[in-house]
C-alpha cells in the first residue's frame, strides 16, 4: 500500500475499475458514472461500449484470454453458460449489508434468473418482458372494450375482426406474430405448462402435449392468416400499426418509445398494452423474464470496488435515473411509486406482467436452441411443415445439442 | 580438388541459405504450421463450451463433425452461397480488373498514375471501413444508390433487405473493393508484351479486336492463370462484407462458409466442429484449384 505525500492528488490512488456495456446502454450508462466517481472518489470507472452483436463471442474469447472486465452487464439468458465456466464470482457475500441493494426488491420472476444452483451470480439492472400493443379503437369497432384475456378469446376476437375486414373489402392481420421472434412462442409454451426441457434439461420435451398446444394454436393463427405468415409482407411495422393493417402485437417495453414517436399522429392516443393472455382461466398469461443482470468476473482484481459500482447502479435512485435515460424499465418494485412510471399509462401493463413470469430453463445450450426454434416456427407459419412434424424435429435437434449436457450429466460431471 | 571445393561451397551456401530462411521459417512454423496441426486435432474432437471451462471433458469423435456438417442444412445453403460469390463474383472481379487495365494502360489514356491510384485506393482502405459506408449506400430509405435510382423512376430497393438482391449487392461492393489490385499485376503483364507484335498485326491489317483476342489475352496467360486462382481462392474466403453488413442474413442467403465457421467456432464455441467446417472449405479450395490447373494445362 502506497501512502500519498501531501501534494500527491487522490487520483493517482484510484483504483481503475472496467465496465462492459452493451449496445445503447454501455452507451448511455455513461451519464451516471460522474456521480459513482464523484460518491467513491477512489475509484475510475472506464466504460467500454460492446455492440450486442458481437458481445457473446466477445465475452467468450475475453474470457479464454482471460481479459474480462470487472464488471459486465449480462443478458439473462446468459447467465447459466458463464457460470457454467465458473466464470462469474458469487454476489450474495458482497451485498449481504447492502443497504442500497434489498433482494426482495426485485421482481421475484426476474431475480430467479440469477439464481443458479442457489447461488446468485447477477443483480438485475433492468427488465424486459413482452406484453400485448393494441389499436384500442380497432377493437372497439370489433365490439371488444377490452383486450382478450384468454387466447381462446383472442382467436374469437381475431375471427370477428377478420371477417368485419373481409365484408368491407379491406386487409387486415389482428396479430402480428414475427416469425423471427422466439419469444412468442416460448411464452405461449410455458403458459401451456409441463417442462420445455425433460430428464434434468437433457432432452427436449417440445413434443409433449403442453407445447403442442402452444405451436397448435400459432399454426392456426398463421393458417387462418391472422398473422401474416412472411416477415416481407410488414415492411414497416409502425406503417401497418397506424394504417390498421396490424391490430395486436407483442413485444416489449421499448416499443413504448418508439410507438410513441414513430405512430401516425391521428391514432397517437389510440393504442394501448395490455398483460398476454393466458392460456388457462388465470389472467394475465405468463410472460418471460428477459433483460440483463449486472456480474462481477472471478477473474477480476478489483471485486470490492466492482461490487460497489454494482450496487450503485442498481440502487432505486440509479434504476429510475437509467430509466429516463434509456427507457429500461427498473427491475426494482419500489422503483415503480415513482411518478415517471406511475404517470405513464402505457408501463402498468408492464408491471402486471413483471408479476406473472415464468423462468426459462437454465442450460447454457438455450440460445442456440430458440434460434432454432424460429426456423420451425417459420416452417408452421408457412404450412411448409405439419405441428407434428416441426415439434419431432425440433425436438431431434435440441437432444443433438443437448448431447454433451446428456454426457456429463449421465457420468456426474455436472449436476 | 576442385569438385570438393565447389562441393563445400555448394554446402556453404545452403547452410547459408538455412541460416536466412530460419526466422520466416520458424514463424511459419508457430504461426501456421502448429495452429493447422491442432486444428486438425481439433477437428476430431467434441471441443466446445463446456470444454472451454474444463479442458478435461473434451471427447475424441472420430468424424462425428465431419459427418455433421453435411447432415446441416445450412451448411449447404452456405456452401451453396460460397459458390454463387465465387462464380458470379471471381470472373466479374478479373474481367473488371482486365478491363480497367487495358483502359489505363491505353496509349491514348492521360493522367495514367492518378488514375492508377484512384482505382487502387479501395484495395489500401479497410475492408471493414468500406463496409460500413456501403451499408449506407445501400440503405433503402436514406441511401444515395436508391435516391440516385428514383431520378429514372425506379422504386425503392431494399439492396440487403431482400434475400435475392443481397447477395449481388455483395458481390458489387466485393468488386469494387478488389479489382484494383488485380488490374495493377494486369497493368504489369501487358507491359511485359512487346509493341513489336502490335505492330506488325497492323501491317497484316488485324483490327483492335483481333490484336486483343490474339495477342493480348494469350500473351496475358501466366498473369491470367495468377490473377484468377488468386482471385478465386480469396472469393471462397468470403467473411468481412456479410459479417459487417448483413450478418448471414436475411433469411441466411449471404451466410459463406467463413462465415458459418466462425459463428460455430466463436459465437457458440462449437470449436471442433468449426475446425471441421475449416478442413471442408480448405478441402473445397483445393478441389477447385486443381481442376482450374488441369483446365489451364489442357487449354495450353
Redesign the interface.
Known amino acids: 500500500m502506497l501512502f500519498a505525500s501531501g501534494c500527491q492528488s487522490v487520483r493517482e490512488q484510484r483504483t481503475t475499475i472496467s465496465f462492459w456495456g452493451m449496445g445503447t446502454e454501455g452507451e448511455r450508462v455513461k451519464v451516471l458514472i460522474p456521480e459513482f466517481e464523484r460518491t467513491h472518489p477512489n475509484i475510475h470507472v472506464v466504460v467500454q461500449q460492446i455492440p450486442w ?1 458481437a458481445a ?2 466477445k465475452l ?2 475475453a ?2 484470454g482471460e481479459s474480462t472486465p470487472d464488471v459486465c452487464q449480462l443478458g439473462n439468458t446468459w447467465l447459466p ?1 458463464f457460470t ?4 462469474l464470482e458469487p454476489l450474495e457475500p458482497f451485498l449481504r449489508q447492502s443497504s442500497l441493494v434489498t433482494l426482495n426488491d426485485f421482481f421475484d420472476g426476474v431475480l430467479k434468473t440469477n439464481i443458479i444452483d442457489s447461488t446468485l451470480y447477477g443483480i438485475p439492472w433492468y427488465v424486459d418482458t413482452r406484453v400485448l400493443f393494441y389499436r384500442r379503437d380497432l377493437l372497439q369497432a370489433a365490439g371488444w372494450s377490452q383486450p382478450p384475456k384468454t387466447w381462446a378469446e383472442m382467436m374469437r376476437l381475431c375471427a370477428s375482426m377478420k371477417e368485419q375486414a373481409k365484408a368491407r373489402g379491406i386487409k387486415c392481420y389482428p396479430l402480428f406474430l414475427p416469425t423471427n421472434e422466439w419469444v412468442p412462442a416460448i411464452a405461449l409454451g410455458m403458459q401451456a405448462g409441463g417442462e420445455l426441457l425433460r430428464q434434468n434439461k437433457t432432452l427436449g420435451n417440445f413434443s409433449g402435449p403442453n407445447f403442442r398446444k402452444a405451436f397448435t394454436l400459432m399454426a392456426d393463427i398463421y393458417r387462418n392468416d391472422y398473422s401474416p405468415s412472411g ?1 416481407q409482407l410488414i415492411i414497416n411495422l409502425y406503417n401497418s400499426f397506424s394504417d390498421g393493417l396490424v391490430a395486436m402485437y407483442i413485444t416489449g417495453p421499448w416499443n413504448i418509445g418508439e410507438f410513441s414517436q414513430r405512430i401516425a399522429p391521428d391514432v397517437r392516443d389510440k393504442w394501448m398494452t395490455a398483460p398476454l393472455p393466458s392460456m388457462d382461466s388465470t389472467w394475465p398469461g405468463a410472460s418471460l423474464p428477459l433483460g440483463t443482470s449486472l456480474v462481477i468476473f472471478r477473474q477480476s482484481r478489483h471485486k470490492k470496488e466492482a461490487a460497489q459500482l454494482i450496487e450503485f447502479l442498481a440502487s432505486r435512485e440509479q434504476s429510475l435515473a437509467f430509466y429516463k435515460i434509456t427507457g429500461n424499465l427498473p427491475p426494482r418494485k419500489s422503483a415503480w411509486t415513482d411518478t415517471s412510471l406511475a404517470n405513464n399509462r402505457y408501463i402498468q401493463a408492464f408491471y402486471q406482467q413483471l408479476q406473472r413470469l415464468t423462468p426459462l430453463p437454465q442450460v ?1 445450450e438455450w440460445e ?1 436452441i430458440v434460434i432454432k426454434l424460429q426456423l420451425y416456427v417459420e416452417h408452421i407459419a408457412t404450412n411448409t411443415m405439419t405441428v407434428d412434424e416441426a415439434l419431432r424435429r425440433f425436438d431431434s435437434d435440441t437432444d443433438r445439442m443437448l448431447e ?2 446428456r ?2 450429466v449421465e457420468t456426474g ?1 455436472i449436476r | 580438388m576442385s569438385t570438393e571445393k565447389s562441393y563445400r561451397r555448394i554446402v556453404d551456401r545452403t547452410a547459408a541459405a538455412w541460416l536466412f530462411l530460419s526466422p520466416s521459417l520458424a514463424a511459419i512454423a508457430v504461426f501456421f504450421v502448429v495452429p493447422v496441426l491442432s486444428a486438425l486435432v481439433m477437428s476430431f474432437t ?1 471441443f ?3 470444454a ?3 479442458l478435461s ?1 473434451v ?1 475424441f469423435i472420430g468424424f462425428e463433425n465431419y459427418r455433421r456438417i453435411f447432415e446441416l442444412p445450412i451448411f449447404w445453403s452456405a456452401l451453396r452461397n460460397t459458390f454463387y460469390f465465387v462464380l458470379v463474383g471471381g470472373p466479374l472481379s478479373v474481367a473488371v480488373s482486365l478491363g480497367t487495365a487495358l483502359m489505363v494502360n491505353a496509349k491514348l489514356t492521360r493522367f495514367k498514375p492518378l488514375f492508377r491510384t484512384i482505382f487502387f485506393l479501395p484495395v489500401v482502405t479497410s475492408l471493414v471501413a468500406v463496409a460500413v459506408v456501403w451499408r449506407y449506400l445501400y440503405h433503402p430509405a436514406h441511401g444515395i444508390l436508391n435516391y440516385l435510382l428514383s431520378f429514372a423512376g425506379i422504386a425503392p430497393i431494399d439492396w440487403l433487405g431482400n434475400p435475392a438482391i443481397a447477395m449481388p449487392a455483395i458481390i458489387v461492393l466485393a468488386v469494387w473493393k478488389g479489382f484494383g489490385y488485380n488490374m495493377l499485376i494486369f497493368i504489369a503483364g501487358l507491359q511485359n508484351i512487346p509493341d513489336e507484335l502490335y505492330e506488325a498485326a497492323h501491317m497484316d491489317g488485324a483490327n483492335a479486336w483481333r490484336q486483343f483476342v490474339d495477342i493480348t489475352l494469350p500473351m496475358l496467360t501466366p498473369t491470367s492463370v495468377f490473377v484468377v486462382m488468386i482471385t478465386i481462392i480469396g472469393y471462397f474466403q468470403l467473411f468481412a462484407e456479410p459479417y459487417v453488413m448483413t ?1 448471414g442474413g ?1 433469411l441466411n442467403s449471404t451466410m459463406s462458409i467463413v462465415l458459418l465457421m466462425y459463428e460455430q467456432g ?4 462449437n470449436m471442433g466442429f468449426a475446425a471441421a467446417i475449416a478442413f471442408v472449405l480448405f478441402v473445397v479450395i483445393l478441389i477447385f484449384t486443381l481442376l482450374q490447373m488441369a483446365l489451364q494445362r489442357r487449354m495450353q
Open positions: 452483436t457473446h463471442e467468450l474469447t474470457y479464454a453458460e457454467m465456466l465458473k466464470a416477415m447454457p442456440q454433451k449436457r454426457w456429463l460431471k | 467434441d466446445d463450451i463446456y472451454l471451462g474444463d471433458v471427447r450478418q436475411p466463436f459465437r457458440w464455441w
